[in-house]
C-alpha cells in the first residue's frame, strides 16, 4: 500500500501529517511512504530526515499522490483554484485529515464525488472507553 504525505498549504499551517518515526514505523510495517519534497520545512524537519526514515521524496503533490492508496494529511485538501489538490487523488484513495466535516459539508460531497474515503480525524473518539 503507498501513502502519501504531501505539504500543507493552508495558511498558518506549520505542521506535517508524520515524523520520520512514524515513517520509519509505516515502512517497517512494508507501507511505501512518499512525502513531497518540503513536507516538512515548516516542522523543521528535512526531506533527507524522511528519506533517511524510509520514504521516497517526490517532488510535487502530483507526483505524490497520484499513485497513493492512502492520504495522510494535517489540514483538509484545499478544493479551489490553481492549488486544487484533490484534482491529484487517485479514485478510490483513503483521506485521513482533520477536515472539519461538519462545517465544510460541500468539501464532503467533493470527496465523496471525486471517490475518496475520508476520515475526520476530529471526529473519531480519543479516549479507550470509546
Partial sequence: MKIAIPKER???ETRVAAS???VKKLAAFGFDVTVETGAGLN???TDDA???AGATIAKDAATALKTADMVFKVQRPVLA???DELKNFKKGAVLVAKLDA???VADVAAYAKAGITA???ELMPRISRA
Fill in 119 to 121: 476520515f475526520a480525524m
Fill in 81 to 83: 483554484g490553481a492549488g
Fill in 102 to 104: 461538519m462545517s465544510n
Fill in 43 to 45: 516542522a523543521a524537519i
Fill in 10 to 12: 493552508r495558511a498558518g
Fill in 20 to 22: 520520520p518515526e512514524v
Fill in 50 to 52: 524522511f528519506k533517511e
